[in-house]
């Protein structure tokens, strides 16, 4: 199996020329996510699967290389609740991390991050406005108590 430290490896070289909506490194959203799972108790598994929570979704790493990755079951399955599908409604996208064990809790911290004032102030009021609303009827699908 990789260890936690070969995730984060793997997890950083993979979007390492991505930048997110305000141009940062992409990686820093990754690590602040697992930080964040970390602080909410979350175990290495969970860990594991916020440092890949983005990767299939952004094309970073493939499916194939998920599925065969030496990564225990409940990673890939985490990771493959947390991508999101093309032209899937929030509702559906919800139910699906719901319905995978340890998955809500990476969203949790995902949305956490994601909805960090500091990091919407960085973008253009509409978009960041667009952008809260939108983290804001995922936390109500997930039933978690507002930021």
Known sequence: ?????EVEAIARRAHARQT??????????????????????????QIAAAWL???IEDGALSRA??????LPTAVRAMV???TKRPGEPPEEYATRILAVPGA???KEADLGHNADPDRLAALDPVTAARLTAKYAHMRGLLGLADG
Request: without cysteine.
């Open 104 to 106: 809500s809790l990476i």
């Open 1 to 5: 199996m990789l260890s936690l430290d």
């Open 20 to 45: 997110d909506k305000a141009g940062r490194p992409y990686a820093e959203h990754l690590a602040a996510v697992a930080r964040g799972v970390a602080r909410r108790g979350g175990g290495t598994d």
């Open 80 to 82: 493959l609740a947390m």
């Open 65 to 70: 290389w998920l599925d065969a990755a030496a």
């Open 53 to 55: 929570h983005d990767a």
